[in-house]
C-alpha cells in the first residue's frame, strides 16, 4: 500500500518567492493534516480537512499561507510571498475515515530553505 | 490538554530493552496516551497507544501506572533502526488533535 506522497522532498528559495507543496494521501483516507516542524522541534499543526472542507485552520497564518483540497484528496500548501522564518519542513499526514483520527499516518515531508 | 514531560535524550545498546518514560501528571479521565517515533528525514510513525490498561503490538509496548500520571514505552529489543525521536502525546478523546512536545532522541548504539 503506498504511503502519503509529496513533492517536491527538497525546495529552495529566495524570501519574498511563492511557493507550494503537494500531497496525496493514502487511498480511502478522508482527513488530511498540514503539519509545519522546526529544527529540533516538534511538528504543529497549520491545518486539518474532511474531505474538502477545512475544520481546523486556527493555527494557519492566514496573511501568507493558504491550503486547498478542491476535490477531498490530493491537497496544496501556499505560501505567498515566503519569509526567512517559513524555512522548515512541512509534513502532510492523513487518516482513515471513522476512526479516531489520533492514528494519523505522515510522509516524508518537504524541507523549505528561504534565503 | 495535558502536556507531557520526557527526558530529552536516552541511549541503549543493541539487543537490549528501550524503556523511555513519559510523565503526564494532569492526564484527564479521557486523554488517551499515544507513543510516535521519527526517524531521521521520515514523517513520524504512530507506534502504539492506550488508555488504561498496558497494550503490546508488534513494535512495542506501552505500561501506563495505575493513577495514570506516567508512562513507559518499552522496544524490548531495540535495534539500531530503533534510532529516532520517541513523542508521547495526550490526546483529549477522539480529536485527532496531536500536540508533539520536543520528545525523547534515543539512540542505540552497537
Known amino acids: 500500500e503506498a504511503g502519503v506522497v509529496q513533492s517536491p522532498r527538497y525546495k529552495i528559495i529566495e524570501k519574498k518567492q511563492p511557493v507550494a507543496f503537494w500531497c496525496n494521501p493514502i487511498s480511502g483516507h478522508n482527513t488530511l493534516y498540514w503539519y509545519l516542524q522546526n529544527l529540533g522541534q516538534g511538528p504543529e499543526l497549520l491545518i486539518r480537512?474532511?474531505?474538502?472542507?477545512?475544520?481546523?485552520d486556527s493555527q494557519l497564518p492566514k496573511d501568507r499561507f493558504s491550503a486547498e483540497r478542491l476535490k477531498g484528496v490530493d491537497s496544496t500548501l501556499k505560501i505567498q510571498p515566503a519569509e526567512l522564518g517559513d524555512s522548515a519542513v512541512y509534513l502532510c499526514a492523513s487518516s482513515l475515515a471513522g476512526t479516531s483520527g489520533n492514528e494519523q499516518f505522515f510522509g516524508p515531508g518537504t524541507r523549505l530553505t528561504v534565503l | 490538554d495535558a502536556k507531557t514531560t520526557q527526558p530529552t535524550s536516552m541511549d541503549c545498546a543493541e539487543g537490549r530493552a528501550a524503556n523511555l518514560p513519559c510523565n503526564h501528571s494532569?492526564?484527564?479521565?479521557?486523554?488517551?496516551v499515544y507513543w510516535y517515533r521519527q526517524i531521521h528525514s521520515q514523517g513520524p510513525q504512530y507506534i502504539i497507544h492506550?488508555?488504561?490498561n498496558n497494550e503490546t503490538n508488534e513494535m512495542a509496548s506501552l505500561i501506563i501506572t495505575e493513577d495514570r500520571k506516567s508512562s513507559t514505552l518499552i522496544l524490548p529489543h531495540a535495534t539500531l533502526r530503533d534510532t529516532a525521536v520517541y513523542y508521547c502525546i495526550v490526546v483529549p478523546g477522539n480529536t485527532g488533535k496531536l500536540i508533539f512536545g520536543q520528545g525523547t532522541t534515543l539512540q542505540v548504539k552497537p
Open positions: 492506550g488508555l488504561k
Open positions: 480537512y474532511e474531505n474538502e472542507e477545512a475544520v481546523d
Open positions: 494532569t492526564i484527564s479521565g479521557n486523554e488517551y
